[in-house]
């Protein structure tokens, strides 16, 4: 075999067996498929020291989700833990660029953060996926995707009325002035989870600090094992 | 502040603050957005010891890409470092699992896998992906969204009657026989980059090992400062 290494400015060339055609298919090692003997999840958990999962944060717009999504996030990077959060904003900026926020394409929405997120897990990563997902069917098409207890969907339960006086992006105002449309809860449902794993529930206007709710879910995660390979 | 723990089954409920409705906006501290100080790409990192990245393979049908993938997932996860192969066709049963073999929906297919290469670098991973991405156009707008370097484009570049030859998947048969329409190679192009990280060019039927072909791939992400944090 004639192997010949070429280097063009930054570029790499690496030209292999050059007009040497007389080797047989079958000795072709490019040829035999490896798939088998990749590298898996328990492979990367192993590295990580950690299992990969997914957080579902579900609740109103200005429930905070974004904000407990970070805190969680700071909390288990100080135990050298690797997280990522999908946030559904971001996403809307990149993946999901090409989606309006019909009612189908918010079920398209959630879907493909569902789908980014099983892969995230799969890599190992604790992934903190923080979107509205009104859907009760959107959310548990998620959950089907994921392996049995690697799903842990936190619903951010606070009243209609606390979320709107934050208002923090504006949006219940825009809604209501009809400038908005189709705006969970305002003129869209929100369908809370039947059965989720943790349900954070503020009755009032009083709430726990971020870092306390976010103790809460790493306490959950400890208890089933996912903060150890 | 009063905070309750409820346990139902499996389920966690934390009700916070029932029935205090007295405190005022300001002192709720979910209202203060922390997104500033959350994780960031280098803070994973330095867990990691390693450079989120995205080393992107191209190539026609049975060019040895995915066989190439697994080969350098193994090399670098026996060297402790995070690895993820994103794989066109497992894509294609999950996120991708609406789209079809058009033109469109073939530029939509990479844009996505783009897009979600992107995240996994940006969460620290090596992310290896392997596609026959054959529009020039579509790979650059991959390259496009990642910072400079960190999209380290990998041209398989075996002849197209080689890759007839191993027809691993039997689909060149059926492109030939007219049963698959618009196959790369066959009655659909393969637009090569212009200019790529790495060239593997291979000239004759002769080929060099998956795993000497990993090391050279692993040599670079060495050289350029991705096997640290």
């Known amino acids: 075999m004639m192997t010949m290494i070429i280097k063009i400015f930054n570029q790499v060339i690496i030209q292999v067996g050059k007009n040497l055609r007389q080797m047989s298919n079958s000795e072709n090692p490019l040829n035999i498929l490896w798939h088998e003997s990749s ?12 299992k990969g999962c997914v957080i579902w944060l579900t609740g109103l717009s200005g429930s905070g989700k974004s904000t407990l999504a970070c805190a969680v996030s700071q909390s288990l990077h100080s135990r050298g833990k690797l997280t990522y959060i999908l946030d559904g904003d971001n996403i809307r900026h990149g993946l999901n660029r090409d989606l309006s926020f019909s009612k189908e394409d918010r079920s398209e929405n959630i879907r493909r953060i569902g789908e980014v997120a099983k892969l995230l897990a799969d890599a190992g990563v604790i992934c903190i996926a923080s979107s509205i997902s009104p859907y009760r069917k959107d959310r548990d098409a998620c959950r089907a995707l994921l392996p049995k207890g690697d799903f842990i969907e936190v619903f951010i339960d606070v ?11 504006g949006l219940y105002k825009l809604a209501r002035a009809g400038k908005v449309k189709g705006f969970t809860g305002v003129d869209d449902p929100y369908e809370p989870p039947c059965s989720c794993e943790i349900v954070l529930q503020q009755k009032g206007t009083d709430s726990m600090s971020p870092s306390d709710t976010a103790e809460i879910l790493i306490s959950y995660l400890e208890k089933n094992g996912y903060l150890r390979a």
Chains 1, 2 share one sequence.
Not at 39 to 50: A, P, S, T, W, Y
Not at 161 to 168: G, L, Q
């Open 159 to 169: 009243p209609l009325y606390v979320c709107e006086a934050r208002d923090p992006k």
């Open 39 to 50: 590298i898996h999840k328990l492979d990367r958990q192993e590295i990580l020291q950690q």
